[in-house]
């Protein structure tokens, strides 16, 4: 009898805990990530909130086949250990969450970049589900990514192959990203960027997420106008970048930004269409079958994959 799996998604905001079978989500909540302050210190919440779900499935350890986790940064899948993260859960790659998992739940463990882990999803059970060539953008509190290339997940020698769309300079002149390079994607559109906007908006509202920034431009706020139009050209310069890096039959958007989806997925289409170099034809471009769980897919797979 197949078995289920433990799978977790670190986003910076929530952390997504679901108890996965097959192609299937079982049972799933998610908790605060509260990642300011740590990972460590969210253990504790973490193991009690997966004790909850297996008790609500009538589910023991030895129903499980494994844990996976999805963690934003550059990750060792080998070791099984987060290398780097940027502020987000900032005490992580001191900690051993092979170890942790082993003592807390005596079960296998895996890790993997959230953007990859998502990727994989699509793959596997979503949008790109029997391709080969796959790139996804994931527009959030940054802007992250990561490609399969002839049926290969891309991981690169140092696990950074890939992951990095985010980080691709567009204005080299640009402000300095918390990577310490100029220009980039993120630092050029993204959430974590938006404060910085609010104090231009003719309109007494901070600007902490997009839905508003499209919402007031519908309205006519200039402001909101001038970082909506200016964002959707910094994401369809990334999708044009990440289609002449890697060479995709399809490019699927995810991410909390995608609510407004609506507006975006059609420009970025319309700029690709118009601006990516492919003589072969026009990239795909889509929104992500399962735009708030693909990472629990993919975690799902990881684990059974490395069990079999």
Not at 276 to 305: I, Q
Request: glycine share 10%; net charge negative; aromatic share 6%.
């Amino acid at each position: 009898m197949s078995k289920s799996v433990i799978a977790i998604d670190m986003g910076g905001t929530m952390i997504k805990i679901g108890i996965v079978k097959e192609d299937i989500i079982l049972s799933s909540t998610s908790i605060s990530a509260d990642s300011r302050n740590g990972l460590r210190q969210r253990l504790p919440y973490i193991e009690q909130t997966v004790k909850d779900l297996l008790a609500q499935q009538g589910l023991s350890s030895k129903d499980i086949a494994g844990l996976g986790i999805a963690s934003p940064g550059i990750i060792d899948s080998k070791q099984k250990k987060i290398l780097s993260i940027d502020k987000k859960f900032g005490d992580a790659p001191d900690i051993d969450l092979e170890e942790w998992c082993r003592q807390t739940f005596e079960l296998p463990f895996c890790i993997e970049n959230d953007a990859r882990a998502a990727l994989l999803g699509e793959w596997k059970y979503g949008k790109a589900k029997d391709m080969d060539n796959v790139v996804l953008m994931s527009l959030g509190t940054g802007v992250g990514s990561a490609a399969v290339i002839e049926g290969q997940l891309l991981k690169g020698k140092h696990f950074t192959a890939g992951i990095l769309g985010g980080h691709f300079v567009i204005n080299y002149k640009g402000t300095v990203c918390n990577c310490g390079n100029k220009g980039c994607v993120e630092t050029e559109a993204s959430t974590w960027k938006l404060n910085s906007h609010s104090d231009n908006t003719d309109v007494e509202l901070s600007l902490s997420d997009y839905k508003t920034v499209f919402q007031l431009a519908e309205q006519g706020d200039s402001a909101a106008l001038a970082i909506r139009d200016q964002s959707l050209d910094v994401w369809a310069a990334c999708a044009i970048n990440l289609i002449h890096a890697y060479d995709p039959e399809i490019l699927i958007l995810t991410g909390g930004i995608m609510g407004s989806g609506s507006h975006i997925i059609p420009y970025i289409r319309k700029q690709t269409e118009q601006h990516a170099w492919t003589p072969w034809g026009k990239v795909k471009v889509e929104a992500a079958a399962f735009p708030s769980s693909a990472a629990l897919y993919g975690m799902s797979y990881l684990v059974k994959s490395q069990n079999k």
